[in-house]
């Protein structure tokens, strides 16, 4: 494939524990421009196109995403961190980035299991176990996150992985029946599901998948 035909593939939150696994993936698929608060990694990619700045900048955001046909995210603040609200701040610059460049990017965002539109999927014990270990103002944000994405109107696709690990990949499933509370998906399973999307046709509608690891 000549570079031409080759997919533009934004990733935020790129220097995620994910990201790091999900990067190589992308470069064998198409050219990766990758935003990051800090200097990029002393062990990146070279292929990787690391732009510096705030996913809660606009203006930071679009230099990456401009151009993209799939722009993944992956920002949040981080399990040891504050929740804060830097998933919803950052979902809001990336929609208003999006809107700007006009392009019809298919968006893929990570958010997670045990918020308010995951629900259903969940029994009783289930909620509150995700409750209590993730913590409300957590999953208030992922509430916030999802939100803002369905009112956007756009066609994505939202992602909401149960617990993560770093056990090495084998396999993932989408879950469509209800999810136990033991559900476990590896960061590498997870890498591996977003550059399949990445390949994938874009959705016609907003979309959510609930995967796990097999
Ligand atoms: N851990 C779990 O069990 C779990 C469960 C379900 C869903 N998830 C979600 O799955 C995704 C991947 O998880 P992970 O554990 O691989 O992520 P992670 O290692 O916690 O990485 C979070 C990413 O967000 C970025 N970030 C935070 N604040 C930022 C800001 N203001 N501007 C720019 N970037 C910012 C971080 O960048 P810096 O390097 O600059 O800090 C980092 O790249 C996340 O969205 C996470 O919330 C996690």
């Known amino acids: 494939m000549t570079e031409d035909l ?8 790129a220097t995620s524990a994910t990201g790091r696994h ?9 050219s990766v421009a990758a935003l990051t608060r800090q200097a990029p990694p002393e062990t990146a990619d070279s292929t ?3 732009l510096q700045g705030d ?3 606009v203006g930071s955001v679009f230099s990456a995403i401009k151009d ?10 981080s399990r040891m961190a504050e929740p804060g609200t830097v998933r919803s701040d950052a979902t809001r610059a990336l929609l208003a980035a999006l809107a700007q460049s006009g392009a ?8 997670a299991l045990g918020g308010h539109g995951s629900a259903d999927q969940l ?5 509150w176990i995700y409750r209590r270990v993730v913590g409300a103002d957590r999953l208030a944000e992922v509430d916030r996150q999802e939100e803002l994405i369905r009112s956007s109107g756009i066609p994505a696709t939202i992602v909401r992985p149960p617990r993560l690990d770093d056990r090495p990949a084998s396999g993932y499933q989408e879950v469509t029946g209800k999810a136990s509370s033991s559900l476990r998906l590896h960061r590498e399973d ?22 796990a690891s097999v």
């Not at 080759?6 to 939150?13: F, K």
């Not at 993209?68 to 603040?77: Q, S």
């Not at 019809?104 to 958010?111: I, T």
């Open 6 to 13: 080759m997919p533009h593939l934004a990733v935020l939150g």
């Open 22 to 30: 999900l990067l190589g993936r992308l470069t064998a698929i198409g």
């Open 48 to 50: 990787v196109r690391w």
């Open 55 to 57: 996913a809660t900048d």
């Open 68 to 77: 993209a046909d799939v722009v993944i995210t992956m920002v949040a603040a």
């Open 104 to 111: 019809d990017s298919h968006l893929v965002a990570v958010s």
């Open 123 to 127: 029994s009783r014990a289930a909620r």
């Open 190 to 211: 997870l890498a591996d599901c977003l550059a399949d999307l990445a390949t994938n046709p874009p959705p016609t509608a907003l979309r959510f998948l609930t995967i």
